[in-house]
């Protein structure tokens, strides 16, 4: 992996953690979690780094999320995590962040 490919990875996995906390903020706020990027954006609880690509699903009980950049040109290109009762996204242990093909 080069070094390029480890900053954009680096910054694929900032903004999981950055959804990861917008979407407790938001839980706090109103009971259940937001279902896509976009109301958080919205909201103002996350902004993501131009060029990511975010896949995400939310139900009232958790969420799953993945990042990606497809300028990665080796190595891992995204990052998944899920909490609660939620799709997997690509993680196999719940609140652990995986990078992935």
Known sequence: M???DEGTL???K???RNFMTAQEAYRQKWGDYATDAATLDRLGLLTLTPGHIVKCTGTPT???VTVS???IL???RR???YIGDA???AGKQEGRLESHE
Request: aromatic share 8%.
């Open 10 to 12: 680096a910054a694929v």
């Open 69 to 71: 950049n497809d300028a």
């Open 87 to 89: 799709a997997r996204a």
């Open 2 to 4: 080069s070094f390029g």
């Open 14 to 16: 900032r903004d999981i």
């Open 74 to 76: 080796d190595g891992p």
């Open 79 to 81: 990052c998944s995590v």
């Open 62 to 64: 958790g969420y799953s």
